[in-house]
């Protein structure tokens, strides 16, 4: 071919190529926006969810905030952050966020040590582990109202189980609900009993992830149950803790149920967490926009906590 020829044709093959490459760009988007089309309608039915439940509460919360609403929760006025100063200002913030840190000290680290002990207990495979294992799992299964209701009658003043085990022992009857200084221990110790199951089974289920054969070679190695357990168990299992930690604190910031049901923020404010005193603010008072920015508070306050716990205390986390 001459010289001339391959002048000529050069530039054709060029646009064949060109073109073929603009094609095949052209197919590729269209397939990466039919995928995306696909994967945003399965995801529409739980965007649609989050956005009936979730999003549009917020957005509303937000804008209640910055109102102030009558009896029927009509928007009265605009008040801009005069509600939120009134939270600070009357010691509502003060008072609720002291009884809820109490109440996060008292059963998160309790919670967690029992279920962990628990976990470890029952982590070797004996005969029989099994059913302990389900006995331990058993509060995970029973809703806030209903765990409510059987503490209500264990800690019954004169009727409780409690008390009557108590006499048998010579100890003189408890004020479990009726004391300022027994109300917050005493839900406290129904939550924890109320969040062992979900705190065992996640726990466990990291001990079991941990390989059989690590143990073998600290076993062979010469290490006993104790220091196997902190030396190696602890290390592995810190995801774990950490995940459990998470939820724990966020769930005992949350707590509402058992609160309402046994003693109703009472006696004398010594069990009003912050979500009660919202609750309170809101359907017992109907001030819609103290409430709504009392519940902007705490959504910034947990996420502060959770994010100090990302940033700080996840270090320590040992991933494998």
Do not use: C
Not at 4 to 18: E, F, G, K, M, Q
Not at 169 to 174: T, V
Not at 274 to 299: C, D, H, K, M, P
């Amino acid at each position: 071919m001459s010289e001339l020829d391959n002048r000529i044709s050069l530039p054709a093959a060029r646009r064949r190529v060109s073109n073929t490459s603009q094609r095949r760009t052209a197919s590729l988007r269209v397939q990466r926006m039919r995928e995306n089309m696909l994967a945003y309608g399965f995801l529409a039915p739980s965007l649609l969810l989050f956005a009936v439940f979730l999003f549009y509460p917020m957005f509303k919360s937000v804008y209640l905030s910055m109102h102030s609403t009558d009896p029927t929760g009509q928007i009265a006025a605009y008040v801009g952050l005069d509600n939120f100063k009134a939270v600070f200002q009357s010691g509502l913030f003060l008072q609720g966020m002291k009884v809820t840190l109490l109440f996060v000290l008292f059963t998160v680290p309790t919670g967690m040590l029992a279920a962990l002990i628990l976990a470890a207990l029952t982590h070797n495979r004996f005969k029989g582990m099994r059913i302990f294992q389900f006995v331990f799992s058993l509060p995970v299964v029973l809703s806030v109202g209903s765990s409510a209701v059987i503490w209500k009658f264990l800690f019954h003043p004169t009727l409780g189980m409690l008390n009557y085990l108590l006499g048998k022992i010579g100890i003189d009857p408890i004020p479990w609900l009726t004391s300022p200084d027994w109300a917050l221990i005493s839900i406290s110790i129904m939550t924890i009993w109320m969040n062992l199951g979900f705190n065992y089974i996640i726990l466990s289920s990291g001990l079991q992830g941990i390989p059989e054969e690590i143990y073998e070679s600290a076993k062979i190695d010469g290490a006993g149950p104790l220091l196997t357990f902190r030396k190696i168990s602890m290390p592995l299992l810190s995801p774990t803790l950490f995940f459990v930690t998470v939820v724990s604190i966020i769930g005992a910031f949350q707590s509402f149920g058992q609160i309402n049901i046994l003693t109703r923020g009472g006696p004398m404010d010594s069990t009003n967490v912050f979500v009660y005193s919202i609750y309170q603010e809101a359907f017992v008072n109907f001030r819609f926009g103290t409430g709504s920015a009392q519940a902007l508070i705490l959504f910034a306050v947990i996420m502060l906590l959770t994010l100090i716990q990302f940033k700080w205390v996840e270090r320590k986390v040992h991933y494998q």
